[in-house]
T-cell receptor, first 110, second 111 residues
Framework: GQSLEQPSEVTAVEGAIVQINCTYQ??????LSWYQQHDGGAPTFLSY????GLEETGRFSSFLSRSDSYGYLLLQELQMKDSASYFC???????????FGSGTKLNVKP | DTEVTQTPKHLVMGMTNKKSLKCEQH?????MYWYKQKAKKPPELMFV???????INESVPSRFSPECPNSSLLNLHLHALQPEDSALYLC??????????FGPGTRLTVL
């Protein structure tokens, strides 16, 4: 089976840096992706890592270590609008499916 | 056009009604998906279409019936739903499986 773990909630202040971790247990791993979802909205694709290392896109970076079955999303210079839920998702398995983590609610405070 | 559109945005239906949800994308993506999402939960995969053919059905009840008329359109036909089917229904498309682009969703309420 597939399982993913990420913290349920994280709180940080505006301007700070926050890291949201995701550990996974899968068979047939292809890659790890991250999505942002504001309350009442739809998920928005943020990043995808298929290979080890750090991918940077503006204030957001995503990291993957395949040997440790671990990844993280790094958000820098936090803004109030970054308050949202963040889901990690692994692409894995025989049918190349995506499996979502349970989500991390990020609260950004002034 | 770089977005996925869904109609309607909101839908209220009775348990005996028949309705359809529609999804459209013009990004040339060959994989399209239906997800169901309950409040404060991650999206749950329902169906996957690859090159207009149904490739994955996640044991979804037959009261949900997907259809892919062409490479840009995806429908979800609803019939005899239950109140517990009330949720946000999300359509997504993907160019190669590296990441998914979600539509805004249809918020469904079954009375």
């Amino acid at each position: 089976g597939q399982s993913l773990e990420q913290p349920s909630e994280v709180t940080a202040v505006e301007g700070a840096i926050v890291q949201i971790n995701c550990t996974y247990q899968t068979s047939g791993f292809y890659g790890l992706s991250w999505y942002q979802q504001h309350d009442g909205g739809a998920p928005t694709f943020l990043s995808y890592n298929a290979l080890d290392g750090l991918e940077e896109t503006g204030r957001f970076s995503s990291f993957l270590s395949r040997s440790d079955s671990y990844g993280y999303l790094l958000l820098q210079e936090l803004q109030m609008k970054d308050s949202a839920s963040y889901f990690c998702a692994v692409r894995a398995g025989l049918f190349n499916k995506f499996y979502f983590g349970s989500g991390t609610k990020l609260n950004v405070k002034p | 056009d770089t977005e996925v559109t869904q109609t309607p945005k909101h839908l209220v239906m009775g348990m005996t009604n028949k309705k359809s949800l529609k999804c459209e994308q013009h990004m040339g993506h060959r994989a399209m998906y239906w997800y169901k999402q309950k409040a404060k939960k991650p999206p749950e995969l329902m169906f996957v279409y690859s090159y207009e053919k149904l490739s994955i059905n996640e044991s979804v009840p037959s009261r949900f019936s997907p259809e892919c008329p062409n490479s840009s359109l995806l429908n979800l036909h609803l019939h005899a739903l239950q109140p517990e089917d009330s949720a946000l229904y999300l359509c997504a498309s993907s160019p190669s499986g590296s990441g998914k682009f979600f539509g805004p969703g249809t918020r469904l309420t079954v009375l």
